[in-house]
């Protein structure tokens, strides 16, 4: 399970499996979405399986997640999704009642999203051999001339931001998964980014890095572009937004919510003379009404995070190694 | 099962389910891959789920299945390759030699497509939950211009042509399927199509339809182009070329050589004064080497399919209702 966690082992996978079978250095770049030249444009492309288990949960259901999770990929390159692909895996013996919900979640979304549903397929499987619906999309959108967002563009100056409070969808989802159900009353932040991404690339193009924190959460999104640009991230851990339910929820599961996944928000590392315009952008859309500056990107310890806790110490924040939560997504 | 199957169950969930809860008309239009503008190009976007039991089969496995069955959708509307994402969902406990002889097929069967896996995506579901591993592939390309291959533009007068032998693929699957076992010397036709078509639209750009016959097979892909072009096939039963050891193997199964899935081939709808100059490019490519007409495009019976028997009568062709073969792509 912990190969698909989105952590070490997932990143391992990738390094030595996937990487070399696949013979080419696009892969390599470990953005959520390849920019590739195509008939004179630059075409973002990205794809993502979800098997997310409930399917349905406060706020949302695999369908919506599979979509905003394309169009987020997406935009983490700076692009809006244009068009998307959504192949579905059903179980056999999963009531039509429930696709048709999914594929409407599925539209609403889109729609929301902007971009089009312009292709699909649809298998079953046996039953047992699946769980209900398994989602897969991928999305193509236009990357904007004079826009280059990627991990390795990080540097030391940039200030590291957050789009909103964290661990939500992750909390979420396990407040109704079977066997863990508890009751809090939180919903899962699942939305589409796009738009905000549009509004922070309207105050500046240079925007460095975008990165949706979703598997392994923003511990791992930031271990990632430490990782990819060389450089280091410090952490300011009291001004990550964390919603008490979120705290209380991590403390009861013995979770830390860094590393909680999230749907529908983005960490952002931004040249410092832009910092203030890009943060009154966020601060000025829906999906970006509770961004804060969580820290900065320095020239010391490479490839390495380090949080300033609140008693004034440091601490390492590793990439997970495996699995905290299964099945996020 | 059968909604799976890409009969008329499947074509029924895609007109009553997920066309109007996409809300649009580009997946309307049911082609193998949607033509969509995007940055002033016209680009092929197709996405398939691959769930087939056994994973190594005959021939092939279920990596370069699904590399060759979008590479041939993309095909489909004229397009070639460029970029494809790959996203697996494995079972918990598959081994990793597994993923790596899968991985290393996608990456062989990319090269020789000419395309580049560009992005990709790796979930884990828990043992019992899956078959090993299921493959999305969802792929672009550009569609040269001048050329509009599509369903509907099928017209009265065009000669059918296909490809090469049908019924490989299927027979191949089934001959070493579990509880299904038959000794019989088949080897899958899993093929990237690209470059037969390049050849076919090098003899002429006025390509009216090409389609490639898997789920279904031929009967399956010609009822799909009457009813949407809204005329009639008429299939010459005895041109249809059937290897002897698939019509013994479909003799011995009870199937139709005709419904069974192929995954290397492509029908053909061609203007009768091009199509002598279409058949023999396709005999001159290695992919084509066995292309045969099969039977023409007529004004009478539109929406129906009807096979001249070698006794001289006829019979109507339907499309299948559910699953002939589950599990074949």
Redesign the interface.
């Known amino acids: 399970?912990?190969?698909?966690?989105g952590g070490a082992l997932?990143a391992e996978?990738?390094t030595e499996?996937?990487a070399p079978?696949?013979?080419?250095d696009?892969?390599a770049v470990l953005g959520d979405?390849?920019v590739?030249p195509?008939?004179?444009?630059?075409?973002a492309?990205?794809?993502?399986?979800?098997?997310v288990r409930p399917l349905f949960f406060p706020g949302g259901c695999v369908g919506d997640l599979a979509v905003n999770g394309t169009v987020n990929d997406l935009a983490m390159s700076g692009a809006r999704a244009?068009?998307l692909?959504?192949?579905?895996?059903?179980e056999?013996g999963t009531e039509?009642a429930v696709?048709?919900r999914v594929?409407?979640a599925?539209?609403t979304a889109?729609?929301a999203a902007g971009a089009?549903?312009?292709?699909?397929?649809?298998?079953?499987?046996?039953a047992?051999?699946?769980?209900g619906i398994?989602v897969?999309t991928?999305g193509?959108g236009?990357v904007p001339d004079g826009v280059d967002i990627r991990p390795q563009r990080a540097r030391p100056g940039d200030v590291v931001l957050v789009s909103g409070p964290v661990g939500l969808h992750g909390v979420a989802v396990l407040s109704v998964r079977e066997g863990l159900e508890f009751g809090v009353d939180v919903v899962s932040d699942t939305a589409p980014l796009g738009g905000l991404v549009a509004a922070m690339l309207a105050a500046t193009r240079d925007l460095h890095v975008l990165r949706d924190p979703t598997r392994g959460g923003v511990a791992a999104a930031l271990n990632e572009i430490a990782a990819a640009s060389g450089t280091g991230v410090v952490l300011t851990e009291e001004a990550v937004p964390v919603p008490e339910a979120v705290a209380n929820a991590c403390g009861f599961l013995g979770l830390d919510p860094l590393y909680v996944a999230n749907e529908g928000r983005l960490v952002a590392f931004v040249p410092r003379e832009h910092a203030d315009a890009v943060l009154a952008a966020m601060r000025a859309h829906p999906q970006g009404a509770g961004a804060a500056v969580i820290g900065e990107c320095v020239a010391e310890h490479p490839g390495m995070v380090v949080a300033r806790t609140g008693l004034g110490g440091t601490r390492v924040v590793d990439l997970p190694v495996g699995?905290q939560l299964?099945?996020i997504c």
């Open positions: 399970m912990g190969h698909g966690g997932s996978l990738m499996v996937f079978a696949y013979g080419n696009i892969l979405s390849a590739l195509l008939g004179g444009a630059r075409v492309f990205s794809t993502d399986s979800y098997v244009a068009y692909s959504c192949a579905l895996v059903l056999e039509l696709v048709e594929a409407r599925i539209g889109a729609e089009v549903v312009a292709t699909g397929d649809t298998k079953v499987v046996d047992g051999h699946g769980d398994y897969t991928s193509v236009l699995e299964p099945r």
